[in-house]
């Protein structure tokens, strides 16, 4: 079992949806949830991270963590065409010289 | 403020040789973090460097070494190339080694062949 899963997609929606994206981990020592957006041939982009359980919201972003299910997700209101592109999942325990775990990222397409 | 920047874009190398990428951090960061991104994949964590030594490594040979200078900046080098090192090698710098807000570079995509 990966430490990280992410469904890879393709997952297409029509310009105007709520978009749903979603990681599961196993190991409970990680803290810090982070949410990256990559475009083709870019490099990734961070959205949001949270600490621990919890929601927080940007925008149109909301993150969700749920750390008892170990399950953590990204919604994205009124979805525009520019949000096409691969969603990245990373997770850390916050340690001293802490390395991200990334899940293998959700590609969206957001149709006109 | 540039924000992360890697060097060169693009390399392509043989088989066997040796390579150098590099990273300037964000302004006001001191702590680099290097990562492989193969195609379809989400980035590995290689290692990172913070006060200019290696502070954590991933799960990758000693083929891959890094060094960070005074001024914050840092270099990759991997030695003995292989065919499966060809990825999307990515720079993420952040403001110390604990931060949870990392940004990266546009990275530099490296092919072997």
């Known amino acids: 079992q990966k430490e990280v899963e992410q469904d890879p997609g393709p997952l297409s929606v029509p310009e105007g949806a709520i978009v749903s994206l979603n990681c599961t981990y196993s190991?409970?020592?990680?803290?810090?949830f982070m949410w990256y957006r990559q475009y083709s041939r870019k490099g990734p982009e961070l959205l949001m991270y949270t600490y621990s359980s919890g929601n927080k919201e940007d925008g149109r972003f909301t993150a969700q963590v749920d750390k008892s299910s170990k399950y953590i997700s990204l919604f994205i209101r009124d979805s525009q065409p520019s949000d096409s592109a691969t969603y990245l999942c990373?997770?850390?325990?916050?340690?001293?010289?802490?390395?991200?775990?990334f899940g293998p990222g959700t590609r969206l397409s957001v149709l006109p | 403020d540039a924000g992360v920047t890697q060097s060169p874009t693009h390399l392509i190398k043989t088989r066997g040789q040796q390579v150098t990428l590099r990273c300037s951090p964000k302004?006001?960061?001191?702590?680099v973090s290097w990562y492989q991104q193969a195609l379809g994949q989400g980035p590995q964590f290689i290692f990172q460097y913070y006060e200019e030594e290696e502070r954590q490594r991933g799960n990758f040979p000693d083929r891959f070494s890094g060094h960070q200078f005074p001024n914050y900046s840092s270099e990759l080098n991997v030695n003995a190339l292989l065919l499966g090192d060809s990825a999307l090698y990515l720079c993420?710098?952040?403001?110390?080694?604990?931060?949870?807000?990392?940004?990266f570079g546009q990275g530099t995509r490296l092919t072997v062949v």
């Open positions: 302004s006001g960061h001191d702590t």
């Open positions: 993420a710098s952040s403001l110390d080694s604990r931060s949870a807000e990392a940004f």
């Open positions: 990373a997770m850390s325990a916050g340690n001293y010289g802490q390395n991200f775990v």
């Open positions: 190991n409970s020592a990680f803290q810090y």
